[in-house]
Nanobody
Framework: QVQLAESGGGLVQTGGSLRLSCAAS????????MGWYRQAPGKQREMVAT???????TNADSVKGRFTITTDNGKNTWSLQMNSLKPEDTAVYYC?????????WGQGTQVTVSS
């Protein structure tokens, strides 16, 4: 099994920046895709950004040019640098890892952008 632990998040003003980090443990060699999802109140969980082990990145249209996903130490940790934050980015952000057999989620971290 893979376990995920997020850090970062918090309260920031519009136009500010935050960085989220995710640390994976357990059977990390089974991971082929890593990323971040978010869920705002009353809305469905949506993909923010993903990165595969061969470096292929997918970003949601709403965050292109503002958010950057990177990996550190291969599959062990990955981060989401969020710049030019907007109130509509307010949500609980979940770290995500996908193996051939299952998807794993972190516990979530709150990001609040004040106007």
């Amino acid at each position: 099994q893979v376990q995920l632990a997020e850090s970062g998040g918090g309260l920031v003003q519009t136009g500010g920046s935050l960085r989220l980090s995710c640390a994976a443990s357990g059977n990390i060699f089974s991971i082929h895709t890593m990323g971040w999802y978010r869920q705002a109140p009353g809305k469905q969980r949506e993909m923010v950004a993903t990165i595969t082990t061969d470096g292929s990145i997918t970003n949601a249209d709403s965050v292109k040019g503002r958010f950057t996903i990177t990996t550190d130490n291969g599959k062990n940790t990955w981060s989401l640098q969020m710049n030019s934050l907007k109130p509509e980015d307010t949500a609980v952000y979940y770290c995500y890892a996908q193996t051939l057999r299952y998807a794993t989620w972190g516990q979530g971290t709150q990001v609040t952008v004040s106007s």
